[in-house]
């Protein structure tokens, strides 16, 4: 843990958490972190860091941090540290919740993509400005446990992707984009029933995704409706089909034309449910965990963000 008291700046004394991913994306967030103060320290902020040192361990941060000295959790990392660290607040027994902020430092930054705020100095002057926004978050639940989601929640391609990115690791950024064109040339055929409301859907799918951001991934504009605030969540649903029709509409998720295709479905829900015919993974905010089957529901303006 490291302490900074910034005496300098007008505004009264601010309180902020800073939570560092020293092995989140290009493994940058200390640099990052150094690079931001100043940003601060004009304004008479007093800021403490910590850092991860484990897989989970922005959980532990999340659900075991006293908030009574902060006003806000800041994060230094992706999307996968913001989501740990959002289950453990929400898994706290005491049941409190803190502003959060997101500064970019992961892969894919789906959140800030959102957001427009992709240079870290632009997040920081983002929190400094100290307004928050209230976002929506998904929960979702399966036999065992509970989950919360601030991304999106994905199944069949999207897991099989992640998984195979983690192995092609060497090839940076691009590893995503290679492991989506593998699993297309696969076409593993997943059969399901998904659920919304009282209507069911049957049948072979290549992914089903559940979105509260318009971005996923490393770039790709998934939802291209989505709103993080609007309650609903922006259900995404790509029926099976060929090899050749995979490739062309590939391409197309980065502009957000791919939900024009006829293969595509795209619906605005506050539930839905999917029960696969096996049971399997699932990516949430880019984690692959969890299992299926599972239901999906969102929480209107659940949390707080420095926007």
Same mark, same amino acid.
């Given at each position: 843990m490291?302490i ?6 007008a505004?009264?004394?601010?309180n902020?958490?800073f939570i560092?991913?020293?092995n989140?994306?290009?493994?940058t967030?200390g640099?990052i972190?150094?690079q931001v103060?100043?940003?601060?320290k004009k304004?008479?902020?007093?800021l ?11 959980y532990?941060?999340g659900k075991n941090l006293s908030?009574d000295?902060?006003d806000?959790?800041c994060i230094?990392?992706g999307?996968?540290t913001?989501?740990?660290?959002? !289950? &453990? /607040?929400?898994?706290r027994g005491d049941?409190r919740?803190?502003?959060?902020g997101?500064?970019p430092?992961?892969?894919g =930054?789906s959140?800030m ?5 992709l240079f870290?100095?632009d997040?920081?002057?983002?929190i400094?400005?100290?307004k ?12 065992e446990?509970?989950?919360f989601c601030?991304n ?5 391609i999207?897991?099989a ?6 192995i092609?690791r060497?090839?940076?950024k691009q590893?995503?984009?290679?492991a989506?064109?593998?699993e297309i040339?696969k076409?593993?055929?997943r059969?399901?029933?998904i659920?919304?409301?009282g ?18 991934? !490393? &770039? /790709?504009?998934?939802?291209?409706e989505?709103?993080?605030?609007d309650g609903l969540i922006?259900l995404?649903i790509?029926k =099976?089909?060929?090899r050749i ?7 197309r998720i980065?502009d957000g034309?791919?939900v024009?295709?006829d293969?595509?479905q ?7 449910s999917?029960?696969?015919e096996?049971n ?8 692959v965990y969890g299992?299926t089957?599972i239901n999906v529901?969102v929480i209107p303006?659940?949390?707080e963000?420095?926007v």
């Amino acid at each position: 843990m490291t302490i900074y008291t910034c005496s300098t700046g007008a505004n009264k004394l601010k309180n902020i958490c800073f939570i560092l991913n020293p092995n989140g994306g290009d493994k940058t967030s200390g640099k990052i972190f150094d690079q931001v103060k100043n940003t601060f320290k004009k304004e008479n902020f007093y800021l403490e860091h910590f850092e991860t040192e484990w897989r989970g361990h922005a959980y532990d941060y999340g659900k075991n941090l006293s908030f009574d000295k902060y006003d806000c959790v800041c994060i230094i990392g992706g999307d996968g540290t913001m989501h740990e660290f959002l !289950n &453990g /607040m929400l898994d706290r027994g005491d049941k409190r919740k803190i502003p959060l902020g997101l500064i970019p430092g992961g892969t894919g =930054n789906s959140f800030m993509r959102d957001l427009n705020c992709l240079f870290p100095e632009d997040a920081a002057k983002r929190i400094v400005s100290g307004k928050i926004r209230y976002i929506d978050i998904l929960k979702i639940q399966n036999e065992e446990n509970v989950y919360f989601c601030f991304n999106v929640v994905g199944w069949g391609i999207p897991t099989a992707v992640v998984e195979k990115a983690e192995i092609l690791r060497w090839f940076g950024k691009q590893r995503y984009n290679i492991a989506a064109i593998w699993e297309i040339l696969k076409n593993e055929k997943r059969y399901a029933k998904i659920l919304i409301g009282g209507n069911e859907i049957e049948g072979n799918f290549g992914f089903i995704m559940g979105s509260n951001t318009m971005h996923a991934g !490393n &770039g /790709m504009k998934v939802a291209p409706e989505a709103k993080i605030d609007d309650g609903l969540i922006d259900l995404i649903i790509v029926k =099976n089909s060929s090899r050749i029709r995979y490739l062309s509409l590939f391409p197309r998720i980065f502009d957000g034309t791919h939900v024009k295709d006829d293969i595509v479905q795209y619906l605005k829900v506050e539930r839905f449910s999917i029960i696969p015919e096996n049971n399997s993974k699932l990516t949430i905010d880019g984690e692959v965990y969890g299992s299926t089957p599972i239901n999906v529901e969102v929480i209107p303006k659940a949390i707080e963000v420095m926007v």
